[in-house]
């Protein structure tokens, strides 16, 4: 070869070897430089399916200073284009296509938060989960049957059934998938308070603990009365004595419930009413939270028979009947007096 030819040859290549280290060097430059951001914090949702072009797309319409083609080009060389997850992000301020790339294909969505508190009913349980703005409400407009169908529930009826936690979950899950996890969650604790019951318990089932510890639940908040709460229902289960448990009555009136419980409500027969049948109600009253579930299956020994609120969240406990209308005379009639 020609020492011109060979000469041109070689400006040749020091110019592709420049044009790709400039290249290289624009392709840094860009994959570091922060993003202009449309607001302060923006969500956005990549769906399921979606693959990083239009995913791409999805984030530079929804406020996101970014260049679909070039973050898309900067995934496939990368080899990070096809790792992208579905999910809700949430990208702040300062961010770069680097790092908003590798957010997309480590899955790191944002998470929303939902308290299911202690005592609560179901039909308070759903409405916090459909009234959720990071929750898909997929519940909505579905019988209680359906949603315990879909969940993979086999008791009929909800109520108790799920337990009261705080929930992460990702945005714009669905509510039935948060339900599904409590709902395991109550099963979970439910079998190890079975499995550690007292085995005098009067109880036949892990149900039957269940509605038990829904009662204890909504029957006081003072964690040093609830096994004691629990050794009264025992004992009068033991004895066939009807349980008189006034959130029971309650639950049974339902959401018409004016909040003050009357003779007439006590002596009008429902399947709540523990006044007017005998043994357990049909079904839990509330969600109970573990030191509810504990006290139902391993209540206190003793002898007591009734119990009366003192008015300051703690209760009086007698053992027969004439002590326990001079404490209800104390507590309730002379208003503590």
Request: glycine share 10%; no cysteine; aromatic share 8%.
């Amino acid at each position: 070869m020609r020492p011109p030819m060979k000469r041109l040859f070689l400006r040749l290549a020091l110019f592709m070897l420049l044009a790709a280290a400039l290249a290289a060097g624009a392709g840094w430059w860009y994959a570091h430089r922060p993003l202009v951001l449309q607001a302060e914090v923006i969500d956005f949702t990549v769906p399921r399916g979606v693959g990083m072009r239009q995913a791409a797309g999805l984030i530079e319409r929804a406020g996101v200073g970014v260049d679909a083609r070039l973050l898309t080009l900067l995934a496939r060389l990368s080899g990070r284009a096809h790792r992208i997850k579905a999910g809700s992000y949430e990208v702040h301020g300062g961010i770069t296509p680097w790092q908003l790339i590798l957010k997309l294909s480590d899955g790191d969505v944002s998470q929303g938060e939902l308290l299911l508190v202690e005592g609560w009913t179901f039909r308070q349980v759903r409405q916090a989960l459909e009234a959720h703005p990071d929750l898909e409400p997929d519940t909505a407009g579905l019988a209680e049957a359906e949603i315990l169908a879909r969940i993979g529930a086999s008791e009929k009826h909800p109520e108790g059934l799920f337990f009261p936690d705080t929930y992460l979950f990702d945005k714009r899950s669905g509510a039935l998938a948060l339900l599904k996890r409590a709902y395991g969650a109550m099963q979970a604790e439910l079998e190890r308070a079975w499995a550690e019951r007292d085995p005098a318990t009067p109880l036949a089932s892990p149900y039957e603990a269940l509605i038990l510890a829904s009662i204890i639940e909504k029957e006081t908040g003072r964690p040093e009365d609830r096994a004691r709460v629990a050794s009264v229902f025992a004992n009068r289960l033991r004895i066939g004595m009807r349980l008189q448990t006034d959130p029971s009555v309650i639950y049974g009136l339902g959401p018409d419930f004016d909040g003050r419980l009357r003779r007439s409500h006590l002596d009008t027969d429902h399947p709540w009413n523990t006044y007017t049948r005998a043994g357990l109600p049909p079904t839990p009253i509330a969600m109970p939270g573990v030191a509810a579930l504990r006290a139902a299956v391993r209540p206190e020994e003793s002898d007591f028979l009734y119990f009366v609120a003192r008015g300051d969240g703690s209760s009086e406990f007698s053992r027969n009947l004439a002590d326990h209308n001079r404490a209800v005379n104390k507590f309730i009639r002379n208003g503590g007096g």
